[in-house]
Structures are given as structure tokens and as C-alpha cells.
């Protein structure tokens, strides 16, 4: 059983979440407002209802970080049904057409399936959150409206086929994958079935889908919403990645002296800290104080300085 409240606030930071099938992230979201005690909770990357696995979520200053975890590779466990096509190119959605793939060799799908590893561009799925007009793709494709998603750059580093089986239903006959693949971030596994489908000439769909790593984040840092429920109503403390930590996760960081962290905490620049090679000017530093907490996140202002572009209060100074 879960309980409806916390008595104290959590501290800010990064919970992963093994979320169940059937929930929607915003589902896991107002679960865990209520086990943390506060609104301020956000989620990086969305899982879609049927999918389950690694959902992770910020809590209080961590939502600030959440952009960048978004942004990692992810590694996926997947089940991709050949022969079989639906709208949603998963099995959410009505059947579109069927084509029997009983004559699908090894060979053919081992072949499509290296043409979609890669750098590749992939059309992502028509029930994306994409907006198009400002609507969400998914939302026109309910509301019966069309859509032409352009495509886009992907990578897929892995995709390799783990178990194949066979079966067959109203005549014909479907080829189940059991797969595993690592993308990057926005890359649609749907679409790497439709496309597989496609490229073998019989149709995919999606039918299964975990998601087992978000960056440094797997299923092995990951917990239950019923396993938190047990910890909150026995007093415990939620399995929170301290914002130092997450921040050291997912971002280069560098430590700064106690005056320069000072600085930092008023939003003033800093002279510039060694840095490997070119910086990215997308990808921040995140600076760490003396004591080991998070005193800023920041990007080059010129060639001799540092300029904060996310500051952390005082009263997360002593967090580690």
C-alpha cells in the first residue's frame, strides 16, 4: 500500500523509478509529489502506458538537471510482432494491416536490421508528442487529422535480436523479436519496429518495452512505487541521488574553492577552470564546492571566465 502523504519534505535530488505497466509518467509524477511531500517533482524522458522500466524524476532543484538527462543514451528491452501493423506502431493501437511473415529468414532480418543501426534518420511515430502547429502529433492523430512528421537524426549503437518466435492468428503467420537496442535521446523504438516491418515488407509493431538505462541510471538504482510506498510508511528515507551526485553523473564537473563558490552563489562570474579540450557550448560544467555540494551550473562567458547559468541556494550547500 502506498501512502497519500509525506510529513516532511524530501531533499532535492534524483530518484529513478521502476515505472509499472499501465501508468503514464505523469501518473509516477503525482505518485511521487505525494510520497517527496512537494510539487516541485519532474520526469526526463517519457515512458509511454504500456512501457515499464526506468523513469527518472527530479525532486525540487534537481527538476533543473532533468534537461540534461533527457539528453543521455538509453538502452531498451523490446518485443517487435512482424506481420502485424497498427496505427500506433504499438499494441496500443488498432490493427492496420496483417501479412503473413512466416517466410521471414535470419538472414533478411539480420540484413533490415543493420540498415537501421547507426547514424540513421527515422520518421518518428505519428503519436509522438511532437508539436506540429503547436499540437501535439498524437492529439491530431486522435482528433482523426493527418500528419507528415519530417525525419530526423538518430543514432542506434545496438539492436540485436536476443530470441525469435513463431506464431500465426487469422491466417497468418507473425514472427515475434525479442530484442535489445541503445539509442540516443528522441530516437522512436515504434519506429525502429514500423521501419523493421517495413523494410521486410510485412509490417511491425511494438508490443513490449522496458526501458533498462538512462545514462549512469539502470534498473539496478531503480525501485518500485510499491517499494517506496513501504519506505515512507515505516518512516524511511526516499533512495534520493543527492544533486552533487546527479550532477557528477550526467555533466563534466570541476570542484571550486570556497571564494569562488561564493561567487558563484551571488551569480557572479568566475575565472575560467581548466577544461579538457574544446568545451561544449551546450553542455555546462557543473561546479562543485569545497564541502562537496552543488554550488552551480556554468557555461564560458569568454575566454577567461565562467558565467553560472543555474545557481543553487544556500540551503543546499551542505548537501552532498
Do not use: C
Not at 505518485?31 to 524524476?57: C, F, K, N, S
Not at 518485443?79 to 538472414?107: C, F, H, M, P, Q
Not at 530516437?187 to 519496429?193: E, N, P
Amino acid at each position: 500500500m502506498v501512502s497519500a502523504a509525506r510529513s516532511s519534505e524530501a531533499p532535492p535530488g534524483l530518484l529513478v523509478v521502476d515505472k509499472p505497466v499501465g501508468w503514464t509518467s505523469h501518473d509516477v509524477v503525482a505518485r511521487i509529489r505525494r510520497l517527496a511531500g512537494t510539487r516541485r517533482v519532474g520526469h526526463a524522458g517519457t515512458l509511454d502506458p504500456m512501457a515499464t522500466g526506468v523513469l527518472i524524476l527530479g525532486i525540487g532543484q534537481a527538476t533543473r538537471l532533468l534537461g540534461f538527462v533527457g539528453g543521455e543514451d538509453k538502452d531498451y528491452d523490446a518485443t517487435i510482432r512482424l506481420g502485424v501493423a497498427t496505427v500506433t506502431d504499438d499494441a496500443e493501437g488498432e490493427v492496420s494491416s496483417r501479412t503473413d511473415a512466416a517466410e521471414v529468414t535470419v538472414e533478411a532480418t539480420t540484413d533490415a536490421i543493420a540498415d537501421l543501426t547507426g547514424e540513421i534518420l527515422q520518421v518518428p511515430s505519428s503519436v509522438s508528442a511532437i508539436k506540429v502547429d503547436g499540437v501535439r502529433s498524437y492529439a491530431r492523430v486522435r482528433a482523426g487529422t493527418g500528419v507528415n512528421l519530417e525525419a530526423r537524426p538518430a543514432t542506434v549503437s545496438r539492436f540485436e535480436v536476443l530470441q525469435r518466435r513463431r506464431g500465426s492468428d487469422f491466417d497468418a503467420g507473425w514472427l515475434d523479436l525479442d530484442v535489445t537496442v541503445t539509442v540516443s535521446s528522441g530516437t522512436y523504438v515504434r519506429a525502429l519496429a514500423r521501419d523493421l516491418g517495413t523494410a521486410l515488407g510485412v509490417g511491425g509493431h511494438l508490443t513490449a518495452l522496458r526501458r533498462t538505462r538512462v545514462g549512469g541510471f539502470g534498473l539496478d538504482r531503480a525501485a518500485t512505487l510499491d517499494d517506496l510506498g513501504v519506505l515512507v510508511d515505516s518512516g524511511e528515507p526516499l533512495p534520493i541521488v543527492p544533486l552533487a551526485d546527479a550532477a557528477r553523473a550526467i555533466l563534466p564537473y570541476r570542484v571550486v574553492a570556497a571564494e569562488e563558490a561564493e561567487d558563484l552563489s551571488h551569480g557572479r562570474r568566475i575565472a575560467r577552470l581548466p577544461i579538457d579540450g574544446e568545451p561544449d557550448p551546450d553542455t555546462p560544467l557543473a561546479l562543485i564546492g569545497p564541502e562537496g555540494a552543488l554550488v552551480a551550473l556554468a557555461i564560458v562567458g569568454d575566454a577567461d571566465t565562467l558565467r553560472p547559468s543555474a545557481v543553487f541556494s544556500s540551503s543546499t550547500m551542505g548537501a552532498r
